[in-house]
């Protein structure tokens, strides 16, 4: 246990439903990272909030849309997958202050796009 | 860009043995953090060590320790009386230091079995 919670854990949806994902973490932290896990691909790093500011857009399209109403919670907003954004989609969260650089990760949730 | 590169995608040792999981980094940056995460099969994301740059003296963490050679952007990480439980992927990240909130750049991993 990380203190990083996800949820769902697990999520089946279609190409033209909306869902989102929800990360909570109350350790603290004032920074916050979305990672997206696929297969035979490294880690890729999709969003970071800082102080509940975006700092970081690597990118991503459209159809994932992150939101940060407060330091401890963190979504991503879907809509419109696309069956190759199945993946493991992971959270993590870390600490305020230079040189406290360690992210910490939730459990991930894993998504199907049919 | 920094690029993270782990050339071992699966690895295989007998347990009590001791094995040393190979990777190299490349940045042009002077201030970093190095860091080995495991991922076991329940896919939470752990993290076993951590490294600063400026810090010449190898970090250690019970059975985990590595091997930094910063000229050389090599951050090996040994195992030392491999347990069943080290059974898992293990990841080698890289991030820029400064203070600000960067994400970690991740290299492919290695799949590490540990064998009764």
């Known amino acids: 246990e990380t203190g990083v919670t996800q949820t769902p854990r697990h999520l089946v949806m279609g190409m033209t439903n909306k869902k989102s994902l929800k990360c909570e973490q109350h350790l603290g932290h004032n920074a916050m990272y979305w990672y997206k896990q696929s297969a035979k691909k490294p880690l890729e790093l999709m969003f970071v909030?800082?102080?509940?500011?975006?700092?970081e857009n690597n990118s991503v399209p459209s159809r994932f849309s992150p939101e940060c109403p407060n330091s401890s919670h963190l979504f991503l907003h879907l809509h419109t997958l696309q069956p190759e954004d199945s993946a493991l989609y992971l959270c993590?969260?870390?600490?305020?202050?230079?040189?406290?650089?360690?992210?910490?990760f939730g459990p991930g949730t894993r998504l199907t796009v049919l | 860009a920094q690029t993270v590169t782990q050339s071992q995608p699966e690895m295989s040792v007998q347990e009590a043995e001791t094995v040393t999981l190979s990777c190299t980094y490349d940045?042009?940056?002077?201030?970093?953090?190095l860091f080995w995460y495991k991922q076991p099969p329940s896919r939470q994301m752990i993290l076993v060590i951590r490294?600063?740059?400026?810090?010449?003296q190898n970090a250690t963490e019970n059975r985990f320790s590595v091997n930094f050679q910063k000229a050389a952007k090599s951050f090996s990480l040994k195992i030392s009386d491999s347990q069943l439980g080290d059974t898992a992927m293990y990841f080698c990240?890289?991030?820029?230091?400064?203070?600000?909130?960067?994400?970690?750049?991740f290299g492919k991993g290695t799949h590490l079995i540990i064998q009764p």
């Open positions: 909030y800082s102080l509940e500011e975006r700092v």
């Open positions: 993590a969260s870390s600490p305020p202050g230079q040189g406290e650089d360690t992210q910490y």
């Open positions: 490294q600063e740059a400026y810090k010449q």
């Open positions: 940045t042009s940056e002077s201030n970093y953090y």
């Open positions: 990240a890289f991030m820029k230091g400064g203070g600000g909130a960067d994400g970690l750049t």
